[in-house]
Nanobody, 118 residues
Framework: VQLVESGGGLVQAGGSLRLSCAAS????????MGWYRQAPGKQRELVAT????????NYADSAKGRFTISRDNAKNTMYLQMNSLKPEDTAVYYC????????????WGQGTQVTVSS
């Protein structure tokens, strides 16, 4: 599975961005996808996840009410709509896909930079 993110950039506080993650390869094996982010000097953290079957979503507290994760299965693409952005949202955002079996196997994209200016 290959994951390619796009849509990052520089935006002022209060603005919006939409990230996209295009999946290719053995996409039939993906059970869930999500967005993670990593700010300088910090650990990578969960932003939001979505299952590929029922579309069940889960959000970090920092994302609730501002971010929306969605998926277009026909296009094998996942999105993250980010509204009311804050400077603390500045980070590299990574797309993740999980294959869940006896163990969990993670696939990662290369990341896309999101910078929110105050």
């Amino acid at each position: 599975v290959q994951l390619v993110e796009s849509g990052g950039g520089l935006v002022q506080a209060g603005g919006s961005l939409r990230l996209s993650c295009a999946a290719s390869g053995s996409t039939f094996s993906i059970d869930a996808m999500g967005w993670y982010r990593q700010a300088p000097g910090k650990q990578r953290e969960l932003v939001a996840t979505i299952t590929t079957g029922g579309g069940k979503t889960n959000y970090a507290d920092s994302a609730k009410g501002r971010f929306t994760i969605s998926r277009d299965n026909a296009k094998n693409t996942m999105y993250l709509q980010m509204n009311s952005l804050k400077p603390e949202d500045t980070a590299v955002y990574y797309c993740n896909a999980k294959r869940i079996g006896v163990s969990i196997y993670d696939y990662w994209g290369q990341g896309t930079q999101v910078t929110v200016s105050s």
